[in-house]
């Protein structure tokens, strides 16, 4: 085999190996995170409750306020291709 195909082969043999550690590293710490949540104090998992809560209430209140923008864009939307209507005629100008 060529040199340069046993060197690519053990750069990626390398790459997949520190790849594999890596994974194997972030694995490990979202354990101990998952523990120490588990294991959490109450008020710890109340005050993560109130957090979730707080954000759900703002979630809704965004939607609401999204679809009276959306109401508001598309009335704005009618007025203008209303007034583009090649049907729609200008009132004919008074005789003089």
Do not use: C, N
Request: aromatic fraction near 4%; proline fraction near 5%.
């Amino acid at each position: 085999m060529p040199f340069e195909v046993i060197e690519t082969i053990g750069r990626l043999g390398g790459l997949i190996i520190i790849g594999g550690m890596g994974l194997i590293g972030v694995r490990l710490w979202l354990g101990y995170k998952r523990e120490r949540l588990r294991d959490g104090r109450p008020q710890d998992v109340e005050r993560l409750s109130d957090a979730v809560e707080a954000l759900h209430d703002q979630v809704h209140s965004l939607r609401d306020e999204l679809g009276e923008v959306h109401e508001r864009l598309d009335f704005a939307e009618r007025l203008l291709t209303s007034g583009r209507d090649p049907q729609q005629r200008e009132p004919a100008a008074a005789p003089e």
